[in-house]
């Protein structure tokens, strides 16, 4: 009988310990309004770093360490990618940075996740919207954003690994301007 009582205790404390992480990475993540990294990404095995900024619902800027000087911006509504030679707008809604980008709908989706993987070092969130895959990782020892997976329509893999993370810190508005295609 006392088995049944230690095994009953171990499974009502990890899961009292998972749904404790969860809530945890929720209330965090509805304190931060913007923030800004450095990123490792890889897609389709091509790597590029840069660094970015992000203001929340829905805005990004990326400077890419490349020598192409290439650019990611996103005003809420539009992305560019823009590079030397190169400037392509997409409407936001067809990308997955939609969803990734959108604090209220990460939100709203993680608290209706009840399966995800959680380790000693992070916490991983996948869910499915419009035809892509999205995961998320969280870092469990200070529950910030350190990443995402996706796969998107076209089966494109994109790992994007996020580090020297700054929380809160004030941003200029007109970063999120979209540039012009010159």
Known sequence: MKKYYFFFFIIFFSTESSASIKNDIIKNLNNINSMS????QNINDKIETGNCSIKYPKKIYCKYNQSNKKILVSNGKSLVIKTITSYYLYPLKKTPLEFILDKEFLINKIEKINDYFYDDKFVSFKFYEN???INLFFSKKNLNLIGWQTID?????SITYLS????????KEKLFNLPDQN
């Open 37 to 40: 990294f450095d990123f490792e």
């Open 131 to 133: 035809e892509n895959e």
């Open 153 to 157: 329509i076209y089966q494109n893999l």
């Open 164 to 171: 020297s993370i700054k929380i809160n810190k004030e941003i």
